[in-house]
């Protein structure tokens, strides 16, 4: 996907490079991309370096080609959506096409399987966005529900979305878990647990495992509205690129010739009063006049800071562990499931046995590859990990056999390939979609998740770091926005460098 | 402190060595010292290597040496008592004499400053264990502590000390954190903040920020009972080593010759499938037939593992933080404020401006030095860290005054000297006491604290992995031995290893 205009070394360089960068920017992943091409733009300046700890460009957007480059699919982020802007612009400029999740919310049924609906032995199939049975699903299940992500989306948005500690009951929030949360707020089991599958789903996390202020902030920059999180049609999962997501990323490289140095893994970052110095796992060393970090929370624990981080800084990254989701693609002959079992493709399960916890149709266009995206989630990504592949395929039909219709033996003979992405096991995510704080995090250690360092010589982006779609792509950017800003009056207190 | 008994080098050595060491020991601390103790009391192996990434031997046992020798104060972990007998044993085998720290509980009186009972306007001054004052401390106040504490011993009684999460209320406990524990648990006010009191100072960490769950397994392993931790006499705060408690890391390596290497921070363990190769951060590389690691939980994440850390084990370490303590020494001229103000030094203050939340007398032998040493915790530790030494003195100068009695003047004359030690700043700790767990770590990583890796090739020592007394000297005995005790059987099954 890369073309020979993008500056691409792997091998290792000499020892010490002697010029003098203006930014080292730490991490080619969309945030990092989208400093080095702000930084072009806005004529500060070309003078850039990006170190990329992988072979490849992109961080968590990660496309894998199929079918002799006939068909992609993202192993790692893939949804935009129109609450997005700042993307939609993006892939836009990039020419990039897109083409809509499929999601036939109002023609084909979606299957829940709840423990508080009566798990396996009721499934509850139901059309359109919101699921009503009155057997089970009654209007008080849906009064509560609707009541609670009323009032969850009033506390939201009194959280300041660029200062959360700011925020008047942030110490209340911050001291519960989402668990604890949830438990307060909602009356009826059903409701609760279409709650959890939101959190579970959205965050890659149980709600024991975060801070409720984090989660409210979250909303909070995803426009305060519960459905632009939750949603497929107009919301964070409406659409994705046709030749995968990573070609954003790859595409900002290549147009604006960044100049990206992968296998280059930074270990140390000295301050030296006047430059940083930057060195990497290989034994190459850079100057420059400011760094940018986009790398995750916990990787700056396995950097030699010199002088340390403050302190607030380093229990930042002590307490923001990673979500982990598992992505698995089932690709199928057929989309068998749709007409034969009037389905959409979509499970939501909360059922303790089952190992996947939602699961998308691919839909891909013109249905070039057929199949299931499922996501195993949290302590259950943790178990499935360690799992050998055909155990992995064998239990992922035997649960979409079961849920969405049809035998086992059905769907093993429609069966094709399976590849999954175990973003746990990756060298430099370990874990995904992003990170998330753990409770008393953001009371403690307030601005840490954003400010800059070194009397601004250093300077944080990546999703983790933005006030707007914390954890998504949309993020990224919002960073990389706030860093240039943050570097524009240095350039122009100095006089703009001149252009290479 | 180190007699030239032991073999420590702190230079470069030749990249490799051609030498196969039986255990590769990661740590020079209380449990990495006592590891090899083991090994070679049991006749195990005497072919071992500790590797030690600081320049001293102790971890985060430190002591410093004033007045030309003739005093010790511990910098770091200085309290053992009644019950934890593996350290006295150890201590006595050492030779190493003790003495009981300073606490006229009957006779002098302590003081408290509680929002709750009126902050600074209303320090309550109290003789005896428990503090009793009809107009705030009531019969109500006292029953409602009491009843919660037998309680919450009583839950803790339920978390088996070797597997935390297979208490039967384990995710219950491990959803909530101590803050929303103690909100549901207490009755009043006033005893809510006794409690906090003992959360603040026995983990050095905010209720908000912890596990209940955690919090539970730590009392249980203390023995199940709450006056184990925070009482004085008699219980964890029982004593002190006269010499300063790094003598006895120091005094085991000394007198079972260790074979310490300074300086030697390990970046990289590689799992070669007969035996482990360990490479450190000066390019020394050293091969085993097994590792035993003592270092903190978050450390391991700026370690390569090849192949990766399993899941559970690396989400146990980016969700297992660190406490923060500083502690800082005021030495005085005298003790004045034993007889002038009947006081024994100690405070327990929860007021928001006051810095420091716990005193005691530092009480030394004779007196040769006198001071109080304080504690500054959490969030406040954060914003202490930054504070220039001269403004760090004046504000604890002023809270003594207040709270002690006397005015700033004079406790100004007083003064003679500050020291403090930042934990939060130390590279291989950055933080202390000791590692808690966030919510939800234990339910879903499960053993992940202790469990041996890499086919029983890799084994988790340190006083986080421990079944007794988590955090103290003691866990790190714990620990040590179970360590040997997993070892034990392979080098019985393999025929034990000549002696060198």
Redesign the interface.
């Known amino acids: 996907m890369l073309s020979s205009s993008v500056e691409i070394s792997s091998c290792a360089p000499t020892k010490k490079s002697h010029k003098l960068y203006d930014v080292v920017i730490i991490g080619a992943g969309m945030s990092g991309v989208n400093v080095g091409k702000l930084l072009k733009e806005k004529g500060l300046t070309e003078n850039v370096l990006i170190l990329e700890a992988n072979d490849y460009i992109g961080g968590r957007l990660r496309s894998k080609v199929l079918l002799n480059g006939k068909a992609t699919i993202d192993i790692g982020g893939q949804w935009i959506g129109p609450p997005q802007p700042k993307v939609l612009k993006l892939v836009k400029e990039l020419g990039l096409s897109t083409y809509p999740q499929y999601f036939e919310q109002e023609k084909r049924r979606s299957s829940l399987v709840f423990p508080s609906i009566g798990g396996k032995k009721h499934i509850l199939r139901y059309t359109g966005s919101i699921p009503s049975d009155p057997k089970n699903v009654t209007d008080e299940v849906l009064l509560d529900f609707d009541t609670c992500i009323r009032k969850i989306e009033r506390m939201a948005n009194t959280v300041p979305v660029d200062a959360p500690h700011e925020c008047d009951k942030a110490?209340e929030y911050?001291?519960?878990?989402v668990?604890?949360f949830m438990d307060n707020l909602f009356k009826t089991e059903i409701a609760k647990d279409f709650f959890k599958t939101f959190v579970v789903t959205v965050f890659a996390?149980?709600?024991?495992?975060?801070s409720a202020l984090f989660m409210l902030w979250y909303i909070a920059v995803a426009g305060g509205k519960f459905e632009n999180l939750m949603n497929v049609r107009d919301a964070a999962q409406d659409c994705k690129i046709y030749r995968g997501s990573q070609g954003i990323v790859t595409g900002v490289a290549e147009k604006f010739k960044l100049n990206v140095l992968l296998n280059h893994h930074v270990?140390k970052i000295k301050d030296e009063g006047s430059l940083m110095t930057v060195t990497c796992k290989n034994g190459a060393v850079f100057q420059s006049k400011y760094v940018v970090t986009t790398n995750l929370p916990?990787?700056h624990?396995?950097?030699?800071y010199d002088p340390?981080l403050?302190?607030?800084r380093?229990?930042f990254c002590?307490?923001t562990?990673?979500g982990?989701a598992i992505k698995c693609f089932m690709l199928f002959k057929e989309p068998f499931w749709r007409k034969k079992y009037d389905s959409n493709g979509f499970i939501l399960s909360l059922q303790p046995e089952d190992y996947i916890t939602l699961t998308y149709d691919v839909g891909y266009k013109d249905d070039i590859i057929c199949g299931i995206c499922g996501f195993v989630y949290?302590?259950k990504?943790?178990?499935f990990?360690?799992l050998p592949r055909e155990k992995k395929i064998d239990l992922l039909l035997k649960q979409y056999s079961e849920t969405l219709g049809g035998t086992y033996e059905e769907w093993k003979s429609q069966f094709v390939d399976y590849i999954d992405k175990?973003w746990?096991?990756e060298?430099y995510a370990?874990?995904s979609y992003g990170a998330v704080t753990?409770?008393?995090?953001l009371?403690?250690?307030k601005l840490a998740f954003r400010e800059p360092l070194y009397n601004r010589k250093l300077f944080i982006a990546g999703t983790e770091s933005a006030s707007r779609w914390i954890g998504y792509m949309e993020g990224a950017i919002d960073a990389a926005e706030r860093v240039v800003s943050e570097l524009t009056p240095l350039f122009e207190g100095q006089g703009r460098t001149s252009k290479l």
């Open positions: 110490e911050d001291s519960q878990t668990q604890t996390c149980q709600p024991y495992e975060m270990v916990w990787t624990l396995g950097i030699e340390p403050p302190s607030a380093h229990n002590q307490r562990p990673m982990y949290a302590e990504a943790c178990e990990s360690t175990d746990g096991m060298p370990r874990g753990a409770p008393g995090t009371v403690k250690t």
